[in-house]
């Protein structure tokens, strides 16, 4: 049994032993105030004196102790810590522990603070939660605004109310022992919040009542009868009764609640196939209709006959649907991961649109401007989550182009928003008179000027988005745990641009806080995080002063306790750094890789740094490592620094803890338990104990290297621990994300007070140095502050005699720099105001003339206006003297026309009167008739009842004496349980008496008659079980009676309403007739006047026609004029677009023939050329014929240089499109082919006669020059005979000829080579003739290969002509 059973079986008055056995758990009774509370001293009760609490106070029986016999009658009772909001009622409790012996508190009608943070407890060190910087983006549904100041966001395991104007924060607790939020909802109403947590391992929905100060829990939903892990999407209905809860898969279970009787109304699997399910929702206008999305999963189901059933199928193929919004009573808006938006009416898709990819451009980036505030950080001035968030975004990481991803919908009145892509929100707008909507407005989150890679800074995905009630400003979470919003109404303004989002509050931390710092002069809060930046928060302002990210991330981090420097450990060195006015700016690095943690010195002269094992000691003014601290065998993960900064205390995973004196750097103390890895260590403020918490969930106090006491963290490990300064509070954090505050000295007991604070292990815990404000961070990337109390009053609240110091850094350079914008600003607002006057002076002139002219037009067509005026009224004077004369005659007429029609009219009026008489007969036959009619129905209507009435009267009269016998029945039975129960209710009272004075001796006896009475009870019940089922009959039978009654009354009243009806029939056809009779005599008269215009219409159409008929047939004439004229038109006009076409082939094929011209007296040209160079390198080459080496080379030197390998190369490796042309245009070309080889012979015979021309010119001057040396050797000859005979000189032998002579004189010097000159010519025409032969080869290979087209066609003459020619001549 339950904690239910518990109490029925306490509130039915059954004993105490049996509601304790139902209940198996403590019992805590609720007692009236004005009584005097319980206490027990030793084995007995005594009375404590009233307390002046209003309300009721709660007090714990446990197990095994008996009910004290002075309080036999009490209100009721339940079982703590799982009993519902709703027998709570109302009131609040907080854990301080559980096992027996222990009590919880119940607090009732608080203030909002202590109601959040105060409970009544032993303990008297109690925390209240101030402010959080901080945001849980992957709940789902994860932001709503309860009115138009106040938004409603997750923080660690807390819901906040933030208002936006005032930037306070109120907070909603989550439940004790809680795992943290999976999902959120808000009724539409706004006054109730839904949470869906995981409490001790199973799914628990909480629901609070936001309208009460402070918000109470109203109910909770925790015991289920199906398999569930977990809920993941939640929604209120429109009348905010109905609750509707999705939960994970493998189950994916739709369930329909009654939240307010925690019952389910009617459950459905929404998958089979273990596919995730990211949202539901209810119709806005219907309870009964619901929608569910997911992937390859839309369905809209109707709750009817108390089941879920499906109204649409899907078509097409399945998306992955990421989230969807009612835009109307029957319309869906649904966003896919392809970026896809489909309409859907009816659950029929209606319309679809693709999101394009788009970035933001240069221009829209340069639009973001940065403002300096006046806390010191740099704001840019523009500007649901799903369950699987992280699946989804994995799957798009994979894929190669990157697809924006709706990930949220939001309707508001105009249309609707969605999530775009990173960083993108797109506003579409429904176009009117059709269903459809186009794109509006685009809004970017903007870059982040703070940021290490700015262009990923606005890559962040909008998980959740939400319109205020005014729809005025439009919030939106993101990826990244960051808040934006933007007014609405400034996109309406600057339509045409993109807009960009604002920071809702400050930019938060995007992953697990790592480092926590403060300081002494400054209200201060250093943090770090794996987010790899690092942020200045101001507890006082509950602001952010600066921020900066980095490439590396940060592990740890230390404030000096002037405010004004920082040293971070970062994963590749240890950075000292400048707090300045606007940056973090670093000064001195050191390679200290790794550091996880360290810490300033309380005076600020020195500070530790943690780099594995060892910890390095640095001076703050020298900047240089004093001494390094070695002795641990693993990774020191806490050092904390004494009052007087002697002594530095230290722990790491190894189980050690370490004093080390500074002066000498050697261990003092030291205390090692291997089987511990710790956490954290602190020192008391005498510097005599150490603190220390670890892996093995015990809190240790050591003194003198012993550990004097462990205290158990009962199922918890701590994770981080603090003292204060004073030496009386201490605060433990722990790795479920809980806060413990206890006194100090510790106690024996277990006495502290729990908070609910962070969803994830607590990192760190520092308390400032006024012992005023906790401090808190955690893996959640959430800062919680809390404002500390101690009860007692001691050592609490110092007086600061000197305020926080408002001292910033700046640089000169920066100083400078501000300086010479100020003054170049100052400069162009003296320029703009002059420029505004000038321009002002200008308008000024420009409209003074302008009004001049208006002026002077508008007097001038005031003046033509009076002109027309006057003129008019003469005219209109005219117009009343014609009309009148007019109006006389056509009364004349009228009259006459009268008196014709009277004569007309008597006597139809008389024929028509006679009908008259005749319809009246008939009409009074007719009532007479229906006037029995209606006597006899009343007749047969009495009668029937009469009988009905008597019938039921009888019926009525046994009923009711039955109903009485079983009232008798259930009164007599009601008295026989009340006296069983008051025998109950004496015996119970005994038995505790006796249970009292003889419990020790008479145990067994005791057992005995608890199971008798235990007996007793259960047929006592089954009695009264029966009894109530009778009365539960007897009372259905009256019911049914009631029902039998209230039809025949309905039959009564029905047939009174026939009656009246009938009546009113007979009256309504009174006036029916009487208003036939008016509308006789009325269409009588419009007959007669209908009659007078027939009369003249028939002449007017029978003069029309007359003039008709001729004009038709000249109408028809010219309209077969037209038609004739119209198809020559069409004739001529295609003539002309036949003539068109031909000149346009005309002119193509005319352009074509010039180009082909323009080609081959091109080519013509270019031959002409060749062969003019040809010619002269020929001639130049027969030069040489004499000496065959050098002609030889010539002839090569000519066959290079005109015929080249490289363009019979080219020409063989023509390109095959050309190839096709060349096909293509041959037709063309054989053409004009035979022409142009008439041409080519003609020119090659005129060609042949100047070559052959040129060849006997040239073999008559080689006979000359053979002359010419043959006489030359003669001379020679007859000189060197004269010598000879003179006996001048020697004779000279052609042997003795030196080499050196030229060649020219050769023939002269030996006269012997006359006889072998002969052969050596016939050499020289052999060489020739095979050299020719070799050309005329190559010539006709080149001439077999295609599309090689010859450089010349002229044929070279013959080699026998020549040689024949060259022969003759020679001879």
């Known amino acids: ?84 909001a709703s027998e709570r009622a109302g009131l609040l409790g907080t854990h301080r522990g559980s096992t027996p012996g222990y009590t919880r508190g119940l607090v009732t009608q608080r203030e909002d603070a202590k109601a959040n943070s105060l409970p009544d407890t032993m303990s008297t060190v109690v925390a209240q939660s101030l402010h959080v910087f901080g945001l849980r983006s992957h709940v789902a549904n994860n932001i709503f605004f309860f009115d138009e100041q106040i938004i409603i966001f997750p923080s660690g395991n807390h819901c906040v109310k933030y208002n936006v104007d005032q930037k306070w924060q109120k907070f909603i607790p989550g439940s004790d022992k809680s795992q943290g939020m999976l999902a959120l909802s808000i009724s539409p109403n706004r006054r109730y919040l839904a949470i869906s947590e995981i409490v001790q391992e199973k799914p628990v929905i909480t629901i609070y009542e936001l309208s009460s100060i402070p918000c109470r829990k109203r109910k909770i939903l925790n015991n289920f009868d199906f398999p569930v892990q977990r809920f993941i999407s939640m929604a209120f209905s429109p009348d905010s009764k109905y609750l509707l809860t999705q939960t994970s898969p493998p189950e994916s279970n739709l369930v329909y609640w009654l939240w307010e009787k925690q019952k389910v109304m009617a459950i459905i699997r929404t998958d089979s196939q273990n596919n995730a399910v990211y949202q539901v929702s209810f119709n806005p206008q219907d309870n009964t209709q619901v929608c569910v999305t997911g992937n390859g999963m839309f369905k809209l189901l109707r709750f009817a006959e108390g089941t879920l059933k499906q109204t649409n199928f899907q078509r097409g193929e399945p998306q992955n649907y990421l989230a969807h919004t009612w835009v109307s009573e029957d319309k869906i808006i649904v966003g896919t991961d392809t970026g896809k938006l489909f309409l859907f009416e009816s659950g029929d898709q209606r319309w679809e649109t693709s999101i394009m990819v788009k970035e933001p451009t240069s221009e829209t980036r340069n639009l973001e401007v940065i403002r300096e505030s006046e806390s010191l950080i740099e704001f840019p001035t523009i500007s649901s989550p799903v369950p699987s968030y992280e699946q989804v975004m994995m799957a798009s990481n994979n894929s190669q ?3 924006p991803q709706v990930f949220a919908i939001a309707a508001y009145s105009k249309g609707f928003a969605c999530a775009a892509g990173p960083g993108r929100v797109l506003l579409f707008e429904k176009v009117e008179e059709k269903d459809i909507y186009r794109e509006s407005r685009e809004i970017w989150i903007p870059t982040d000027p703070q940021s290490n890679e700015r262009s990923q ?25 960051q808040l934006y919003s933007i007014t609405m109404s400034l996109t309406e303004i600057s339509k045409g641009e993109p807009a960009h989002f604002e920071y809702l509050m400050y930019p938060l ?128 993960r ?69 550990i004097l006491r462990e205290i158990s963290a009962f199922d918890v490990v701590y994770t981080a621990i603090v003292i204060s300064h004073s030496g009386r509070m201490m605060f433990v954090g722990t790795s479920v994300g809980t806060i413990r505050a206890m006194k100090y000295p510790l106690p024996l007991q277990k006495e502290f007070n729990e908070y609910q604070a962070h969803a994830g292990p607590v990192t760190k815990m520092l308390l400032t140095f006024d012992d005023q404000f906790l401090l808190t961070v955690a893996e959640d990337g959430c800062l919680f502050t809390w404002k500390v109390f101690d009860k007692d009053g001691r050592g609490i609240k110092r007086e600061r005699e000197v305020g926080f110091a408002e001292e910033v850094l700046i640089t000169k350079t920066d ?144 009923k009711t004496t039955l109903l009485e016998e079983a009232q008798e029945d259930v009164r007599q039975q009601l008295r026989e349980f009340e006296e069983t129960k008051k025998q109950i ?86 006036e029916t007739i009487q208003d036939k009779e008016k509308r006789i005599y009325d269409l009588k008269k419009k007959n007669q006047e209908l009659e007078k215009f027939k009369f003249v219409l028939d002449y007017k159409i029978k003069e029309l026609k007359k003039q008709i008929e001729p004009r038709e047939d000249e109408i028809k004439v010219m309209k077969e004029q037209i038609q004739e004229m119209e198809a020559e038109l069409e004739r001529f006009h295609k003539q002309n677009t036949q003539l068109e076409l031909n000149i346009t082939e005309l002119w193509q094929k005319l352009r074509a023939t010039d180009q082909e011209m323009r080609r081959e007296r091109q080519k013509e040209r270019d031959l002409e050329a060749l062969v003019r160079r040809f010619k002269t390198d020929l001639h130049n080459c027969v030069a040489y014929i004499q000496e065959p080496r050098l002609l030889k080379e010539k002839v090569r030197a000519l066959f290079e240089k005109y015929v080249q390998q490289a363009d019979m190369v080219e020409i063989a490796g023509l390109n095959t499109d050309l190839q096709q042309e060349y096909a293509r245009q041959r037709e063309h070309l054989e053409r004009n082919l035979a022409t142009l080889r008439k041409k080519v012979v003609k020119e090659s015979e005129l060609r042949r006669t100047d070559y052959v021309r040129i060849m006997q010119e040239n073999v008559s001057l080689i006979k000359e020059i053979n002359e010419l040396r043959r006489e030359l050797k003669f001379t020679r000859s007859q000189v060197y005979d004269l010598e000879a005979a003179l006996k001048l000189t020697k ?71 020549s040689e024949v020619d060259f022969e003759v001549q020679t001879k």
């Open 1 to 84: 049994m339950s904690q239910r059973a518990c109490t029925s079986a306490l509130v039915e008055g059954a004993g105490w032993p049996e509601a304790r056995a139902a209940g198996k758990g403590r019992l805590s009774l609720l007692l009236p105030a004005p009584l005097p509370l319980l206490a027990r001293r030793g084995p007995t009760w005594t009375r404590a004196p009233p307390t002046p609490t209003a309300g009721c106070l709660g007090r714990t029986f446990p197990p095994g102790l008996p009910l004290p016999a002075a309080y036999p009658h009490f209100r009721f009772a339940v079982a703590i810590g799982t009993a519902p």
């Open 401 to 403: 182009l990157p697809m």
């Open 457 to 481: 800074s606005d890559k962040q995905d909008v998980l959740c988005m939400c319109f205020s009630p005014s729809e005025e400003t439009l919030v939106v979470s993101t990826s990244k745990n």
């Open 509 to 636: 931390h995007s992953a697990a806080i790592t480092g926590l710092a403060t300081c002494i002069r400054k209200p201060f809060i250093a943090t770090c995080s794996l987010d790899r930046s690092v942020r200045i928060w101001n507890y006082e302002s509950n602001t952010l002063e600066l921020f900066k990210e980095y490439q590396e991330e940060a592990y740890t981090i230390s404030l000096h306790p002037s405010g004004h420097f920082v040293v971070v450990g970062f994963a590749d060195k240890l950075r000292l750094m400048n707090l300045l006015v606007d940056d973090i700016r670093s000064f001195k690095e050191y390679s200290v890789r790794g550091c996880r943690e360290c810490s300033f010195s309380n005076g600020g002269h020195l500070f530790a740094a943690v780099s594995g094992n060892v910890i390095h000691i640095f001076a703050t003014t020298s900047l240089e490592n004093i001494s390094n601290l070695k002795g641990h065998t693993g990774k020191v």
């Open 638 to 706: 806490s050092v904390v620094w004494n009052a007087d900064d002697s002594k530095l205390i230290s722990c790491g995973t190894d189980g050690a803890v370490y004093e080390w004196n500074l002066s000498s750097g050697k261990r003092e103390t030291e205390c090692v338990l291997k089987s511990c890895s710790y956490n954290c260590v602190t020192v008391s403020p005498d510097a005599k104990i150490i603190f220390a918490v670890g892996s093995d969930q015990t809190l240790k106090e050591i003194a003198d290297s012993s």
């Open 815 to 958: 100083m400078e720099e501000k300086a010479q914008i100020m003054l170049e600003l100052k400069t162009r607002v003296e320029e703009l105001k002059m420029e505004n006057e000038y321009q002002l002076r200008l308008k000024d002139m420009n409209y003074s003339e302008k009004i001049k002219e208006l002026t002077d037009k508008f007097l001038q067509e005031i003046e033509s206006l009076k002109t027309k005026n006057q003129v008019l009224k003469t005219e209109k004077e005219k117009q009343d003297v014609f009309h009148r004369e007019r109006i006389d005659d056509l009364l004349d007429k009228q009259s006459q026309e009268l008196q014709d029609l009277e004569c007309c009219n008597n006597q139809k009026l008389l024929l028509e009167y006679e009908k008259y008489q005749e319809l009246q007969l008939k009409s009074q036959r007719m009532q007479e008739e229906y006037e029995k009619q209606l006597r006899d129905n009343d007749e047969t209507k009495s009668q029937a009842l009469e009988e009905l009435t008597e019938f039921y009267e009888a019926k009525l009269q046994e």
């Open 985 to 1070: 209710e004496e015996d119970e009272d005994r038995e505790i008496q006796d249970i009292k004075t003889k419990y020790e001796k008479k145990l067994r006896d005791e057992k005995e008659s608890n199971l008798r009475l235990k007996g007793e009870t259960g047929i006592m019940r089954k009695k009264f079980s029966s009894l109530q089922k009778e009365v539960e009959e007897r009372t259905n039978d009256i019911e049914s009676l009631k029902r039998e009654q209230v039809k025949l009354q309905g039959v009564i009243k029905s047939l009174e309403k026939d009656i009246l009806g009938l009546k009113r029939e007979i009256q309504e056809r009174d």
């Open 1291 to 1361: 004779k000279i032998r052609p042997q003795d000829v030196p080499e050196t002579v030229p060649s020219e004189a050769m023939p002269s010097i030996a006269p012997t080579m006359r006889l072998n000159e002969q052969e050596e010519t016939g050499r020289i025409i052999e060489m020739q003739r095979l050299e020719i032969q070799r050309l005329r080869e190559q010539i006709q290979e080149q001439e077999q290969i295609p599309g090689f087209h010859p450089l010349s066609v002229v044929r070279l003459p013959s080699l026998l002509e």
